[in-house]
């Protein structure tokens, strides 16, 4: 299985400020990884799929780079709504494995 | 626009088994997987298994003895079935599906991109 690591746990952010979240696998996962949002009470919302491809509707203030074992998901200037935990997902292999998340919180 | 609704009993005893179902509106049931997360209070998501419209599956090795995930196509649903609950399959469980792409190599990889609201389900004597 692979172990997907997330960094940090919480991130103290500022509104407007950049934010930048980490994803780490415990072995390649070319490209096949993808990024959520989940806020309380809420079903996680795809924000990043294919490590740097937008889902439909997200605002291009989030953006995804990174390739085989390290990741990265970038918020430029966060907003309001963007207070939330964010996780990342493998789906290369099976089991698909998601990392333990980051809390974006208001600093 | 698709839209998952799921539904299922909320309260179990431990040894019983967690039925659930999610019905899919809007949109096309083949040419996807459909997914079970679930996701214990105050914790973070697990993956279950998944299913296409033919009844191909893939499930977590470690709920692989008790789960079994099916499919209507007539009704253009999918369940879960997870048998021999105990408190610590108490979680709210998520129906999801899955699009793919393709690799250079035909190799089809499946991301989830459309999630229903989530089901309570907890397990308690």
């Known amino acids: 299985e692979i172990v997907m690591t997330q960094s940090p746990a919480t991130l103290s952010v500022s509104p407007g400020e950049r934010a930048t979240l980490s994803c780490r696998a415990s072995?390649?996962?070319?490209?096949?990884l993808a990024w959520y949002q989940q806020k309380p009470g809420q079903a996680p919302r795809l924000l990043i799929y294919?490590?740097?491809t937008r889902a439909t509707g997200i605002p291009a203030r989030f953006s995804g780079s990174g390739y085989g074992t390290e990741f990265t998901l970038t918020i430029s200037s966060l907003q309001s709504e963007d207070f939330a935990v964010y996780y990342c997902?493998?789906?290369?292999?099976?089991?698909?494995?998601f990392g333990q998340g980051t809390k974006v919180e208001v600093k | 626009q698709v839209q998952l609704q799921q539904w299922g009993a909320g309260l179990l005893k431990p040894s019983e088994t967690l039925s659930l179902t999610c019905a899919v509106y809007g949109g096309s049931f083949s040419g996807y997987y459909w997914n079970w997360i679930r996701q214990p209070p105050g914790k973070g998501l697990e993956w279950i298994g998944e299913i296409n419209h033919s009844g191909s599956t893939n499930y977590n090795s470690s709920l692989k003895s008790r789960v079994t995930i099916s499919v209507d196509t007539s009704k253009n649903q999918f369940s879960l079935k997870l048998s021999s609950v105990t408190a610590a399959d108490t979680a709210v469980y998520f129906c999801?599906?899955?699009?793919?792409?393709?690799?250079?190599?035909?190799?089809?990889?499946?991301?989830?991109?459309?999630w229903g609201e989530g089901t309570t389900v907890t397990v308690s004597s």
């Open positions: 072995q390649s996962v070319s490209s096949n």
């Open positions: 997902q493998q789906y290369n292999n099976w089991p698909k494995t």
């Open positions: 294919g490590a740097s």
């Open positions: 999801a599906r899955a699009p793919y792409y393709s690799d250079s190599s035909g190799y089809s990889y499946y991301y989830m991109d459309v």
